[in-house]
């Protein structure tokens, strides 16, 4: 007997997330938007994650829990998560945020409404560890434009929120990139390669709240904790420019023609222009970490 496949999937990759993972879960469960699946991804956690995330799985049959018996790193769950479901729109949601009841009602919506639009998410509300707001951002000017060199050109650079990553996303375009790879900020780069590939609709209202506090895996890999993050055991040596060798691929990749595609390069050397100071800085890095070994 064949198994029915709801509209949208949810892949929630967690490792020591029981702080906040209940509240996650909730904030999730009770959307208004009801009809999807959500796998809950155990990065062999060694806190009480497994014990909340089985309970949830046992009260809700939309959950199903596995527990990964090795750490895959941050970017191998991710991808995970996308691997194992099938719905035609995934989302991907984080243990500590929050959403507002209609957020996924409001991204089915826009996604109903135009089939173009490859990725759908919604202002950001920052909350602190006790949920206090702390402000409220609306990065991208270009995201909807229907100029694909427009849209990349939101997304080369170091200056906004990596929010959209928890938008709702047609499953034919995340597949059609290379998803999360193994190095500290791949998830800017499969933005911009998502950008290359359809319209992103941002809500104007907050509707996602993204919570800041010590234990983030941002924060802990802003401290240099990047092997953690990527278990490549390759460290952080030359970030800047894997960054940028990896946009090159994604603008030769991408479905363009060549005027777009000679403008999409020029975007990026306009980037690499402005940003001459972190190459620097991150060639300089890269030296005294391959030196030191």
């Given amino acids: 007997m064949s198994i029915s496949v709801p509209p949208l999937s949810i892949g929630l990759p967690v490792r020591n997330g029981a702080r906040y993972l209940a509240g996650a879960l909730d904030c999730l469960l009770g959307q208004t938007y009801s009809d999807f699946d959500l796998l809950v991804a155990d990065n062999s956690s060694t806190d009480g994650t497994a014990d909340i995330a089985q309970e949830y799985a046992r009260r809700d049959s939309r959950v199903s829990y596995v527990r990964h018996t090795e750490d895959l790193g941050a970017t191998g769950n991710f991808n995970y998560v996308f691997d194992n479901t099938r719905a035609p729109l995934f989302k991907w949601a984080a243990a500590d945020d929050l959403h507002d009841p209609t957020f996924l009602q409001r991204c089915m919506e826009v996604h109903a409404a135009d089939p173009d639009v490859v990725t759908v998410c919604s202002a950001i509300e920052y909350i602190d560890e006790e949920g206090r707001s702390l402000r409220t951002e609306r ?66 209202e907050p509707l996602f709240k993204e919570r800041e506090h010590g234990d983030r895996v941002t924060s802990r890999v802003a401290g240099r904790d990047v092997r953690r993050f990527q278990r490549s055991g390759k460290g952080s040596k030359f970030l800047t420019w894997r960054h940028a060798s990896e946009l090159v691929r994604a603008v030769r990749a991408a479905d363009l023609d060549p005027e777009q595609r000679r403008r999409a390069y020029g975007v990026l050397s306009h980037w690499a222009v402005r940003e001459r100071r972190k190459f620097a800085r991150s060639l300089a890095r890269g030296v005294v970490e391959s030196v030191r070994r």
């Fill in 139 to 204: 990065d991208f000017a270009s995201a909807g434009s229907p100029d694909p060199v427009a849209r990349f050109n939101d997304f080369v650079g170091y200056d906004y929120s990596c929010s959209v990553n928890f938008g709702v996303h047609r499953r034919e375009a995340i597949a059609d990139t290379r998803k999360f790879l193994p190095f500290w900020g791949s998830d800017r780069v499969f933005l911009a390669e998502l950008a290359l590939r359809g319209r992103i609709v941002v809500i104007p």
